[in-house]
Each structure stands twice: as structure tokens, then as C-alpha cells.
């Protein structure tokens, strides 16, 4: 029922910097595959093929990653590298990839509307790839949207002294790990958050998002937020909050990003 995502893309990785300054932070390699790799797995692995980037300048890595290198795909045919190449092409023929660029950065709420056009007015995924995730938290998603219809924001406990880096929602508790949203928060003050549950960057979105999206006002830090246009759908209709099963690490941050690399090293990498 959900076929499409949406990634956006567009900011400028200043955590990153200087390797950022000409890559952008959705390519950076958590071993050998890039962030945005990990993410369209995901997706793929929830049953969804078409994906829409909303991209920025520099961002051209992104689209040249998910195309054919012809010169390279024939030097390393027919030799032990091709194995390399095998997620990647398989993402290349099953998946279409759409652009859009997001011209002024105005927030996540803004770079989502700027997706509209990708996704019409269809429900989907939105995908921050910079928190990576194992356990196909996308298709656990997607089978509860199937339940419940409607948006749907992944979350998950973290330490009270960090919810300030998040939206941070206030729910009744309906089922085990599912949460009628009531309330939520843009990066709360720590002392004013309504709880410790933090969203996480996968959603499924139902396309009112982005009427209200074109009517919210600038919030915190003065970009437009998904939190506040997701708050108004929740007030309004009804909005889930979901704690995944699996794990997630920050990538945005060098911390995380780390942990993440020793964890994936681990798990797929080390002795193959
Ligand atoms: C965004 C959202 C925030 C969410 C976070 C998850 O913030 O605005 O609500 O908790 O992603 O990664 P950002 O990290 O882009 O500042």
C-alpha cells in the first residue's frame, strides 16, 4: 500500500565538515556502502521502488551512485569485484529514483513539501538516512500503517539529557510500543520535554501532510518543522507513534557514525 519514499537530502552536513565541503553526507561510506545505500534497502526490503530525493547543490554523488558506470561495470565483469557492485545494480534496475531540488533550506518540514511533486497524493515513507537503522524498521512501519492508516512517526527512548537534539512526543500508550500522539515538541528544553520519547527519522506520511505543511509557520530555529505540521494532523485526525524493534545510530553525528561502523564491520564485513 505504501510504494513510495521520500529522502530528503539537502543539508549541508556542517558536522561533517570538512569532508562534507564536496561530498555530500548521505554518501559518506559506514564501511563500503554509503548511508543512502543502507536506507533504500530499507526501503526495498518494505516493498517500496520508487524514491524521490529532495537534493541541494553538491549533491550530484547521490544521482551518479544509483546510475550505471558502465566503463567500471565492464572492466570488473566476470571478475571477483562484481559481488561489490551486486546490491547497488540490483537497486539500479528495480527502483526508480526521482529528484527535486530543494532550493532554499528551510527545514525538514519545508524540504518535505518541496517532495510533493515526487509523491503526489499518495501515502509514503520519508527516510532521514543519516539515522541508519537495522531491522527493516521501514517495513514494520508500513505493516502498521496497514492497521491503522494513518502517519505514523518511529520513535524511541533516549536519554534525558539529549532530547533536546529531537521532536519529542507525549502519547497514550494504545498497544505495546504504539502511542496515540498528543502532544510533540520541536528539540524541547530538557526540562520542558513531555517525555523522553524521540522521534527518529522514518515516518509514513499521509499526503494532508502537505496542506498543513504549506500553512505552518517557522518554528524552532526558525525553519519549518515536520513536528509542528504532524502536531496539527494529530490534533485534527490522528497521528501513531511507533517504537521500532532494532537498532538505530546517529550518523549525523561522528559518534554515532562510529559506532555504527564498528557495528556494520562486525556484522557484515569482518572475514568476508
Ligand atoms: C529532524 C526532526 C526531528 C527528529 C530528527 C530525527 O531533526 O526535525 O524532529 O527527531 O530529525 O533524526 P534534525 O536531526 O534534522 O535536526
Known sequence: MIKKALFPAAGYGTRFLPATKSVPKEMLPVVNKPLIHYGIKECMNAGIFEIGFVTGRSKRAIEDYLDHSPELEEKIRGT?????????????????????????????????????????????????????????????????????????????????????????????????GIYLVEDMVEKPDINKAPSNLAIIGRYILTPDIFDLLKETKPGKGGEIQLTDALLRLAKEGMVIAYKFKGKRFDCGSVDGFIKATNYFYEKEFKGS
Open 80 to 176: 571477483s569485484k562484481e559481488k561489490l557492485l551486486k546490491e547497488t545494480m540490483e537497486m539500479i534496475d528495480k527502483c526508480t529514483f526521482t529528484y527535486v531540488r530543494q532550493k532554499e533550506m528551510l527545514g525538514l518540514g519545508h524540504a518535505v513539501l518541496t517532495g510533493e511533486p515526487l509523491i503526489g497524493d499518495n501515502p509514503f515513507a520519508v527516510v532521514l538516512a543519516d539515522d541508519l537503522c537495522e531491522g527493516d524498521v521501514v517495513s514494520q512501519m508500513v505493516n502498521l500503517y496497514k492497521k491503522f492508516k494513518c502517519s505514523i512517526v518511529a520513535i524511541e527512548e533516549v536519554p534525558k539529557n539529549e532530547v533536546n537534539k529531537y521532536g519529542v512526543i507525549k502519547g497514550k500508550r494504545i498497544e505495546d
